[in-house]
Structure formats: C-alpha cells, structure tokens
Nanobody, 127 residues
Framework: QVQLVESGGGLVQAGGSLRLSCAGS????????MGWFRQAPGKEREFVAA????????RYAGSVKGRFTISRNNAKNTVYLQMNSLKPEDTAVYYC????????????????????WGQGTQVTISS
C-alpha cells in the first residue's frame, strides 16, 4: 500500500515557476514508477509527466516538455515536479500517482496505469 500527499501548489503569474512535491509512505514507494497528472475544470484528467522507479527514465506530455521536470528522491520517498515558464493553460488540480508494479523501467502515461493517487494540489496561473 502506498499513500501519497501532494504539496506546493498555489497562484503564480504567467511565466513564473512552482515546484510540486509528492510525499509517499509505504515501504514499496522506492520500487514504484510515479506519475503526475492534472485535471482542469470540465476536462478529463491528463498525463503530465512520469518517472521510473530508479529515476533513470522520464516521460512528458508534449504540452509541458521543455518546461516541466520530474525527479525523485527515493531516500526521502518524494517525487517532484518543477514547473517553469508557466502558462494560464497549466491551471489545474495536479495529482501524483504510483504504479503498483515494482521495478517498472518505463512508467505509464495513462491514468489506468496507476493504482494509488494523492488528493491533488491546486495550481492557478494568472495572465
């Protein structure tokens, strides 16, 4: 079982930066691929970024590639999402998620690939 708690959301102006954190509990956290998703009002949940259990492999949605960076510190049971050059269209609730399978080399990009979810953190970008 993995429990996840996101933090770091807030209100920033376009062009600014935020760093989201996802703290995980459970002894299997360091074995799991992790992902970040977001959901804007009236829209479906969409993939943002994912990272393998070791951090050696990352994947990004085209809309955030080059602006967002996903990383993890397994010693601290934490995954991060550094978001730079933020745009109003990045406004959403951001969720972190963990796969249940251990030692995944390539993290999934679909919500169905993930088994554990945090409660979400609101990110609002003003123009």
């Amino acid at each position: 079982q993995v429990q996840l708690v996101e933090s770091g959301g807030g209100l920033v102006q376009a062009g600014g930066s935020l760093r989201l954190s996802c703290a995980g509990s459970g002894r299997t956290f360091s074995m799991c691929a992790m992902g970040w998703f977001r959901q804007a009002p009236g829209k479906e949940r969409e993939f943002v970024a994912a990272i393998s259990w070791s951090g050696g492999s990352t994947r990004y949605a085209g809309s955030v590639k080059g602006r967002f960076t996903i990383s993890r510190n397994n010693a601290k049971n934490t995954v991060y999402l550094q978001m730079n050059s933020l745009k109003p269209e990045d406004t959403a609730v951001y969720y972190c998620a963990a796969e249940d399978r251990a030692w995944t080399v390539v993290a999934g990009i679909r919500p169905d690939d993930y088994d554990y979810w945090g409660q979400g953190t609101q990110v609002t970008i003003s123009s």
